[in-house]
């Protein structure tokens, strides 16, 4: 029996922010504006000419019909007192990661499809039956909001096109199952523009077709819709009709993990820094754990006073998976950057910011007793 699980974050980015900020919880929030620097300060005041759209919003500003991609003009026509926080990139890239550390440890492959989506094909965790798999995702629901304070909505279904669909049906913190042999029957009455991929064009030539819902295209002659539509005509066919043959394809392009700090106030003092390193090799180490991967490179970024950024990097001989080579790799490499050594080297600047990273990662194959790597690749970028 093939399961496979969607998992949705629910209003996502605004969600991390009320996370973050409690006294925003049950308002209404938007999150959007101009893409927040990771350096810049949040002033925290609304500001109403600030120009750009809604990236998502709470489910209270929703019930006000604000939504993704609106002009934040026409949320605050919709919602005056809507509370508005500028995009801060960092932090949900940080919450993602942790989220999807959490979800590889359920899964036999795991593949990210956005900053807060994944499939997940737990076929072997999932032994007996569909009402097992429910039980299974409640557990992975309550992991997440344990450890993050998140609501998610999963979908579970025999294919991705269909438990993309589910973890759709019930928002936000809902659970569906569609179970083999249920599909057509889940899929005939919902709006063809349900389909991943349908937006607003296909769905007019569909409607013009005199087709609304999937159950309508079923019953359509497959040459018609291939006469419209190409290929895609085959393949909305197949899914109308609850099949889908694609494989959780599983991330190895993820060729690093890393966690960085900014100092509320920039510092030169080397216990601050190595208190800082310690901590972050400790985070970084966790998700190391949870996401069982073995490391071969350690790096350190550190971005000073005047936004000059400088990174080193140590390979070691083979791979580590524990703490204590990551923390003293890492406070190794930022002695590089200790006070001496700085005045020596011209910098004498203060630090703003500490990075530690941890690339060349492996998986450890046990039933081969063998270590897969990742890959050789050390890429400087996104530290
Ligand atoms: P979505 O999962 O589409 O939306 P969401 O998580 O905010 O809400 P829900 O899933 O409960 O319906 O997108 C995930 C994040 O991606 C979202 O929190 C913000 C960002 N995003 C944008 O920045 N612009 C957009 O137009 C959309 C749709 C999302
Ligand atoms: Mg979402």
Not at 136 to 156: F, H, N, V
Not at 168 to 187: I, R
Not at 267 to 273: E, G, I
């Amino acid at each position: 029996m093939k399961v496979i699980l969607h998992v949705d974050m629910d209003s996502f980015f605004s969600a991390v922010e009320v996370r973050e900020n409690p006294e925003l919880k049950g308002l209404p929030v938007i999150v959007g504006g101009k893409i927040k620097a990771e350096e810049e300060k949040d002033t925290g005041e609304p500001d109403r000419k600030i120009r750009g759209v809604v990236s998502t919003c709470s489910y209270e500003a929703r019930a006000y019909g604000i939504h993704s991609a609106m002009a934040l003009s026409k949320a605050y026509e919709l919602c005056p007192d809507v509370k508005f926080l500028p995009v801060n990139m960092p932090l949900y890239k940080r919450v993602s990661g942790e989220i999807m550390s959490i979800l590889r440890k359920y899964a036999d492959k795991i593949e990210q499809v956005s900053i807060d989506e994944a499939f997940l094909d737990v076929s072997t965790k999932v032994r007996r039956d569909w009402n097992d798999a429910r039980e299974y995702a409640q557990m992975i629901k309550k992991e997440i909001l344990e450890r993050e304070g998140l609501t998610c909505s999963i979908g579970i279904a025999p294919n991705k096109t269909i438990a993309k669909i589910a973890s759709d049906f019930l928002k936000p913190d809902g659970l569906t199952v569609v179970e083999q042999g249920k599909a057509s029957e889940f899929l005939a009455p919902l709006p063809v523009k349900k389909i991943p991929g349908v937006g607003p064009k296909t769905e007019e030539m569909l409607k013009k077709m005199g087709i609304e819902q999937i159950g309508q295209l079923t019953s359509c002659d497959v040459q018609e819709l291939v006469a419209k539509f190409g290929k895609y005509g085959t393949r909305l066919h197949l899914i109308a009709n609850g099949i889908d043959e694609s494989d959780v394809e599983e991330e190895w392009q993820r060729k690093s993990l890393s966690r960085e700090r900014t100092f509320a106030e920039d510092t030169k003092d080397a216990s601050v820094l190595n208190k800082c390193v310690d901590r972050l090799a400790e985070e970084v180490y966790n998700a190391i754990k949870e996401g069982g991967f073995v490391f071969k490179t350690v790096a350190i970024k550190v971005k000073f006073e005047d936004f000059t950024v400088h990174t080193r990097a140590k390979t070691l001989k083979s791979f580590h998976s524990d703490l204590n080579t990551l923390s003293k790799t890492a406070k190794e490499l930022m002695m590089e950057f200790s006070e001496g050594k700085r005045e020596e080297k011209g910098y004498g600047k203060k630090i703003r910011l500490v990075g530690v990273r941890v690339s060349n990662l492996g998986v450890v194959d046990e039933k081969q007793r063998r270590i897969i790597n990742f890959s050789e690749i050390m890429s400087g970028q996104n530290f």
